[in-house]
């Protein structure tokens, strides 16, 4: 599980910004997980204003862990401009850390990055008897790399100033089968940028049918799932559709998802395309959902209730909570615009991102407010603005 995360200079982010999932002695009031001696968060809520910088944080979390697990081997992570930084610090580095818990070892990474290349890299195990981190490696521009993995040196040469390290080494097996797995089990809704006119969502609902059509599992549970929330939906095929694609020459073929209707006996068919948002934006969440409840991970959703009734997202929020439907300790963080949900959190689930006057985002966990009560309704302080948060309106 992670423990933190903590980002400074990145988009909207100015000074350091800390996403702290790890809960004190005092604080254990609901569902979490004890790992490690810690107890932890399954669930981190960001609410506040448009353009307070919640996406942001998503997006320098989700850019973090693929740079440090695939920057070696997919080059289109590496370079300047896939790192955005706050227009007040553009002769600064970019920074982000993690603390996260692995097979029962507790590790510290850190990194470094100017103008996309790395400036510095370190990685630490704790050691139980000292409490203090270790350095497996260090890194830093201009010096020699440390390490104790006796790294072969034609393995080093791979190594470029515009990639991580520890996607090196992960991609090849430098660690044992399964350890630090924790950073791989990353799975999002928050997707990268994409050039007006050439995005088209067709993609993703092939990539849904495809995965379908390998999971049987998978493809029953969403069947069961779609009927339990009252979508109408009785069953699910598969067929092909066709589509002109202007990005590239000719017909690209897609797979498609055709879902059953069945009324007073009869059997209607409809191309998912044909269906609700709600419902297509539900179905794309429950294959991320299934993974990550199956294997652990951590899921990162921006605006998780988007396009769905308040009762559903409460059933997957509830879901995170529930130790025997979430036996992998999985994670969620996400950001949203309904503050009904934030009742059936505690305070230190739940995180205000604001503007400060250097339109920098500032993220302030509940429980660091002072007299903020364990037993509040949140959901009316925080819309009677006694915890601010909420966009400043003037009538016009």
Same mark, same amino acid.
Request: hydrophobic share 35%; charged share 25%; aromatic share 10%.
């Given at each position: 599980?992670?423990?933190?995360?903590?980002?400074?200079?990145y988009r909207s982010i100015g000074k350091e910004i800390v996403v702290n999932f790890e809960i004190s002695e005092s604080q254990r009031k609901n569902a979490y997980s004890e790992v490690g001696g810690k107890a932890v968060n399954n669930i981190a809520c960001?609410?506040?204003?448009?353009?307070?910088?919640?996406?942001?944080?998503?997006?320098?979390?989700?850019?973090?862990?693929?740079?440090?697990?695939?920057?070696?081997?997919?080059?289109?992570?590496?370079?300047?401009?896939?790192?955005?930084?706050?227009?007040?610090?553009?002769?600064?580095?970019?920074?982000?850390?993690?603390?996260?818990?692995?097979?029962?070892?507790?590790?510290?990474?850190?990194?470094?990055?100017?103008?996309?290349?790395?400036?510095?890299?370190?990685?630490?195990?704790?050691?139980?008897?000292?409490?203090?981190?270790?350095?497996?490696?260090?890194?830093?521009?201009?010096?020699?790399?440390?390490?104790? =993995?006796?790294?072969?040196?034609? $393995?080093?040469?791979? *190594?470029?100033? /515009?990639?991580?390290?520890? +996607? #090196?080494?992960?991609?090849?097996?430098?660690?044992?089968?399964?350890?630090?797995?924790?950073?791989?089990?990353?799975?999002?809704?928050?997707?990268?940028?994409?050039?007006?006119?050439?995005?088209?969502?067709?993609?993703?609902?092939s990539e849904i049918s495809k995965e379908l059509e390998k999971d049987k599992l998978l493809f029953e549970e969403l069947i069961e799932e779609l009927k339990n929330i009252d979508t109408g939906i009785s069953g699910l095929g598969f067929g092909k559709l066709?589509?002109?694609?202007?990005?590239?020459?000719?017909?690209?073929?897609?797979?498609?998802?055709?879902?059953?209707?069945?009324?007073?006996?009869?059997?209607?068919?409809?191309?998912?395309?044909?269906?609700?948002?709600?419902?297509?934006?539900?179905?794309?969440?429950?294959?991320? =959902?299934?993974?990550?409840?199956? $294997?652990?991970?951590? *899921?990162?959703? /921006?605006?998780?209730?988007? +396009? #769905?009734?308040?009762?559903?997202?409460?059933?997957?929020?509830?879901?995170?909570?529930?130790?025997?439907?979430?036996?992998?300790?999985?994670?969620?963080?996400?950001?949203?615009?309904?503050?009904?949900?934030l009742q059936n959190l505690t305070k230190t689930q739940i995180f205000i991102a604001e503007k400060n006057s250097k339109s920098e985002t500032e993220l302030t966990r509940l429980d660091d407010i002072q007299g903020v009560r364990n037993d509040e309704n949140?959901?009316?302080?925080?819309?009677?603005?006694?915890?601010?948060?909420?966009?400043?309106?003037?009538?016009?």
């Amino acid at each position: 599980m992670f423990l933190n995360f903590k980002i400074t200079n990145y988009r909207s982010i100015g000074k350091e910004i800390v996403v702290n999932f790890e809960i004190s002695e005092s604080q254990r009031k609901n569902a979490y997980s004890e790992v490690g001696g810690k107890a932890v968060n399954n669930i981190a809520c960001i609410v506040g204003p448009n353009a307070s910088g919640k996406s942001n944080i998503l997006k320098a979390i989700v850019f973090f862990l693929r740079y440090i697990f695939r920057s070696y081997s997919v080059p289109s992570l590496r370079g300047e401009g896939n790192v955005d930084t706050h227009f007040c610090c553009e002769n600064a580095p970019t920074e982000f850390s993690t603390e996260f818990i692995d097979n029962q070892k507790q590790y510290k990474y850190e990194i470094g990055l100017f103008k996309g290349e790395v400036q510095r890299e370190w990685l630490g195990e704790l050691k139980e008897n000292t409490k203090r981190y270790n350095t497996i490696f260090k890194r830093e521009s201009g010096k020699r790399i440390q390490n104790t =993995l006796s790294v072969n040196t034609q $393995d080093l040469e791979r *190594l470029r100033d /515009d990639m991580s390290l520890l +996607s #090196l080494l992960l991609e090849l097996n430098y660690f044992g089968k399964g350890e630090l797995g924790t950073i791989k089990k990353l799975l999002t809704n928050v997707r990268p940028e994409v050039v007006i006119g050439q995005h088209n969502p067709l993609r993703r609902l092939s990539e849904i049918s495809k995965e379908l059509e390998k999971d049987k599992l998978l493809f029953e549970e969403l069947i069961e799932e779609l009927k339990n929330i009252d979508t109408g939906i009785s069953g699910l095929g598969f067929g092909k559709l066709q589509k002109i694609n202007s990005d590239v020459n000719g017909e690209e073929e897609y797979s498609a998802i055709v879902t059953k209707h069945t009324i007073d006996g009869e059997v209607h068919p409809l191309l998912l395309l044909q269906e609700s948002s709600g419902t297509l934006s539900y179905i794309d969440l429950f294959v991320h =959902l299934y993974k990550i409840f199956r $294997d652990g991970g951590l *899921l990162i959703a /921006d605006e998780l209730e988007q +396009s #769905l009734h308040p009762d559903i997202t409460s059933r997957i929020i509830n879901r995170f909570l529930d130790p025997e439907k979430n036996p992998n300790n999985s994670q969620i963080l996400f950001t949203t615009h309904n503050p009904w949900f934030l009742q059936n959190l505690t305070k230190t689930q739940i995180f205000i991102a604001e503007k400060n006057s250097k339109s920098e985002t500032e993220l302030t966990r509940l429980d660091d407010i002072q007299g903020v009560r364990n037993d509040e309704n949140y959901f009316i302080k925080y819309l009677a603005g006694e915890y601010d948060g909420r966009p400043k309106i003037k009538e016009a």
